[in-house]
């Protein structure tokens, strides 16, 4: 079983940034591709991005392509989510989740969700 922890969330003004955390409990995680999700009040879960055990990024979502960037540092086990230029419509939970496969598939893995809100 992997544990992964979530951090970083918070209330932030609109053009503004944060950095979300997604931290394993297991230091084999270099081996899993982690992806991030994020749900917004009454809209369905949707995929952002991954990045998988070869540090290669795949973005889900064009339009947040730029502003969402993700990241990993396998030395501190952890995938990190850096979000910029915020919008009020990207308030949302958002999650990371993981699998030893590859990126396309069912993830295994969830971390608890962070909320993300923008508002001024």
């Known amino acids: 079983q992997l544990q992964l922890v979530q951090s970083g969330g918070g209330l932030v003004q609109p053009g503004g940034s944060l950095r979300l955390s997604c931290t394993a409990s297991?230091?084999?995680?270099?081996?899993?591709?982690v992806a991030w999700f994020r749900q917004a009040p009454g809209k369905e879960r949707e995929k952002i991005n991954c990045i998988s055990s070869a540090d290669v990024a795949t973005n889900y979502v064009e339009s947040l392509k730029g502003r969402f960037t993700i990241s990993r540092d396998n030395a501190q086990n952890t995938v990190y989510l850096q979000l910029s230029s915020l919008k009020p419509e990207d308030t949302a939970v958002y999650y990371c989740?993981?699998?030893?496969?590859?990126?396309?598939?069912?993830?295994?893995?969830w971390g608890q969700g962070t909320q993300v809100t923008v508002s001024s």
């Open positions: 989740a993981a699998n030893g496969w590859d990126c396309s598939r069912k993830n295994d893995y």
């Open positions: 297991s230091r084999t995680f270099n081996y899993y591709n």
